[in-house]
């Protein structure tokens, strides 16, 4: 009797802790429908893209090769966030809409706002710079670049390219007003979300979509 209560007891721990990483994987917050409600148009920041290469890869890469390449990496994910974005808003699925990425940019350009200095700014200084409701901002870890131009990069760097794309990926929203953070999605990456940018930021918003907080009941 006792060991099948010692049982009973170490499923109800186990499914309470897979529950709880369930639950961190996806954040919204409690006043999303009060801080949003006015919400009309919301701007995609480049992503802040760290790309993790091995000892050997890193001999024949220099620090300003690196750079550029991690800002490629993260301009292809602001990209394919707007792609999937558009195509799915095409089908009248969401409550707002999105700025152009190449609006954002110019207009983060013309405010001398740069990769470097982007993250001296608040959301809420973003926001009113790009004159719009709030930020999807974000980081993109990943052991290989997943973008054509950064990958076709590093194999003229370094000889090849690597095979396995793991790392981790993090898409929060900020409201352009009080600058709170509104919700976050974080997801790892593996082989199975795809080996390119499109392609994974693609299947990672599928998995997201149900909780994604401006999409329409």
């Not at 993250?119 to 973003?126: D, G, N, R, V």
């Not at 870890?141 to 370094?158: E, I, N, R």
């Amino acid at each position: 009797m006792k060991t099948t209560s010692a049982f009973v007891l170490l499923l109800a721990l186990v499914f309470s802790l897979g529950a709880s990483a369930q639950t961190k994987e996806i954040y919204t917050n409690p006043a999303f429908a009060t801080l949003a409600k006015q919400h009309k148009v919301i701007a995609i920041i480049p992503f802040d893209a760290k790309i993790g290469l091995r000892p050997n890869q890193m001999k024949n890469m220099t620090p300003e090769r690196m750079k550029e390449m991690e800002k490629n990496e993260g301009l292809a994910v602001q990209s394919a966030l707007q792609t999937y974005f558009l195509k799915v808003s095409s089908k009248d699925d969401f409550t707002i809409s999105f700025q152009d990425a190449a609006t954002t940019n110019a207009l983060l350009l013309k405010n001398n706002i740069t990769t470097e200095n982007i993250k001296s700014f608040t959301p809420a200084e973003l926001s009113k710079v790009l004159g719009v409701d709030g930020i999807i901002s974000g980081t993109f870890s990943t052991d290989k670049p997943m973008s054509d131009g950064a990958s076709l990069a590093l194999g003229l760097a370094v000889g090849f390219y690597g095979a396995t794309n793991s790392g981790k990926t993090a898409i929060n929203i900020h409201d352009g007003t009080s600058g709170e953070l509104l919700w976050k999605y974080e997801k790892s990456l593996s082989r199975g979300l795809g080996s390119d940018t499109n392609t994974i930021i693609t299947t990672i918003m599928r998995k997201a979509s149900k909780k994604f907080p401006y999409a329409k009941i």
